[in-house]
């Protein structure tokens, strides 16, 4: 499922608008999308249930990036300002500095330049955080390739792409769990004697 439209690809490719469906139901593995005076049945197996469901209740832009109230969010260089209200909606705490750490950072990068800020902002996530990339969609000035490419010289690894809006798409990055401080492996203090 895409930003606006189901998308099935194998031996036959499908594209289906979403505002264009009007019915998808599922029954004995079989997924069964209806959509203008279309229909479509697709042999899916145990997973036509949640599809339908997915479909018929799509999840919200925030849902997709992961945002749960009460998580700390840093925005930088985001001059969405409808998508920071939906953050605040959703109550997330929306910070302007770092702090001891917040969960999720949205980075909005415009050309290739802005991806040499990617190390520093990404200090400013906890260990389990996610620092999501926004770029422009299908710009010479940034891409993906370059995006991926800054966020492993960050000392990130790239985990998913969703489309943000219909102009931009957001990429997340994660701190690699091998290289996230776990109370375990943090040395205790010395001790007194």
């Given amino acids: 499922m895409e930003h606006k439209d189901l998308v099935f690809r194998g031996p036959e490719r499908l594209s289906i608008p979403l505002n264009e469906i009007s019915t998808a139901i599922a029954h004995g593995g079989r997924l069964r999308v209806i959509f203008g005076s279309r229909t479509a049945d697709f042999e899916i197996g145990a997973v036509a249930a949640k599809w339908a469901d997915r479909i018929t209740n799509p999840p919200s832009r925030l849902d997709k990036l992961g945002i749960k109230p009460g998580m700390t969010v840093l925005p930088v260089m985001l001059r969405d300002r ?33 991806l040499e800020r990617l190390t520093d902002v990404s200090r400013g996530l906890k260990p389990a955080g996610a620092l999501w990339v926004i770029r422009p ?57």
């Fill in 82 to 114: 409808g998508f920071v209200e939906e953050l605040r909606n959703r109550e997330a705490r929306i910070v302007r500095t770092p702090g001891h750490g917040v969960d999720v950072i949205f980075f909005a990068a415009s050309d290739r330049a802005d």
């Fill in 137 to 193: 969609k299908g710009s010479a000035a940034i891409t993906e390739a370059e995006t991926m490419a800054a966020g492993k010289r960050a000392g990130l690894v790239d985990v998913k792409v969703v489309s943000f809006s219909d102009t931009h798409t957001a990429e997340k990055f994660v701190i690699p769990v091998a290289k996230r401080a776990t109370p375990s492996r943090v040395s205790p203090p010395p001790r007194k004697h």
